[in-house]
């Protein structure tokens, strides 16, 4: 299993720091998010820091996936604004970014370009935020397509497209592209999916083209340290395994900078104890794997979570 860890959980490093820590790790890869900290998308010099970050990731030997989840990439006062469910003069700044985004997976050799849906705006209806999400994804996906570029899109809580099942309908409506894959959030399945954790990796298995991993749990959309949570990972690695899924499997703590080095380790040993105990076969392990910070104090207490109930979804996306 390759596994990679997220450039947003390293935001109070420099890029290359960023890379070098996680390649002194061990890691197999990183989960690059466009942003201003780390890589401006719309930097003057965009092309020539791609090139030099491409050759960096080869003598460090990882392997990248893009992320476009950066909060204010576009709008300075309102994060992720716009996005794909705005009507399309308004979502065009989104469409640019994803494309964009592409060219630059492309430049890089990414394994896949990540992006989401957006939460539903004000005043659009469900049926025209799908036409919207549909005509976006399209102009996306020819971007795509002309540049050998596989796209993930993430089931996100709170947004229109939030389950398997979402994804498996935009797929349908936009025409099954060949591009399209799906990224997968392993603790996405705890917080929303009505099915077990391994039940929901086995059925994305047909479009899986990325993986992002942390706890989480069940109806609260916050990504939390492994063992601080409800996922029992051993079968979620074996059902990965399973599916013959070959793609980074990427860390995705983007509240945890502030001790990034220290949770990056405690998390690759985690994940490397809890493959080892899955097995191959998927068999249950005898025990369940300790926290890796196991009589430790918990996350300082802060703004409570937000709970996915129906009536608050729109809100939960807001975690991101």
């Not at 604004?81 to 705005?86: A, D, E, V």
């Not at 993430?154 to 947004?159: A, D, I, S, V």
Request: hydrophobic content about 40%; proline content about 9%; glycine content about 12%.
């Amino acid at each position: 299993m390759r596994l990679g860890y997220g450039t947003n959980g390293f935001g109070d490093h420099r890029l290359d720091q960023a890379l070098v820590v996680l390649a002194d790790l061990g890691y197999d890869g990183v989960a690059l998010t466009l942003d201003a900290r780390h890589l401006d998308p719309f930097a003057p010099d965009i092309g020539r820091q791609v090139e030099r970050l491409a050759k960096r990731l080869g003598e460090l030997g990882l392997g990248v996936v893009v992320e476009t989840g950066g909060r204010y990439v576009l709008d300075p006062f309102r994060k992720h604004y716009p996005t794909l469910l705005h009507p399309p003069g308004e979502a065009a700044p989104r469409v640019g970014l994803l494309r964009q985004a592409v060219r630059i997976g492309a430049d890089l050799g990414a394994e896949a370009v990540s992006f989401w849906s957006g939460v539903r705006p004000p005043g659009v209806s469900e049926a025209q935020a799908w036409d919207n999400l549909v005509a976006g994804v399209g102009t996306v996906v020819e971007e795509a397509a002309a540049r050998e570029v596989t796209l993930g899109f993430e089931p996100e809580p709170g947004m229109l497209v939030d389950t398997i099942e979402a994804f498996e309908h935009l797929r349908e409506l936009t025409g099954r592209p060949r591009r399209l894959g799906l990224t997968l959030d392993v603790g996405h399945c705890r917080c929303l999916e009505s099915d077990p954790v391994p039940d929901s990796v086995r059925r994305a298995a047909p479009y899986l083209v990325n993986v992002q991993i942390e706890d989480m749990r069940r109806g609260v959309h916050e990504h939390l340290e492994f063992g601080d949570g409800e996922i029992d990972f051993p079968p979620v690695l074996a059902a990965l395994d399973e599916t013959g899924y070959r793609g980074l499997v990427s860390v995705e703590l983007p509240r945890h900078s502030h001790a990034a080095p220290v949770i990056a380790s405690r998390s690759l040993r985690f994940l490397r104890e809890a493959h080892r105990r899955g097995g191959a076969d998927g068999a249950a392990p005898a025990s369940p794997v300790p926290s890796p910070r196991a009589g430790t104090p918990g996350p300082a207490p802060g703004r409570p979570p937000t709970a996915v109930t129906p009536d608050r979804r729109a809100r939960a996306g807001e975690a991101r």
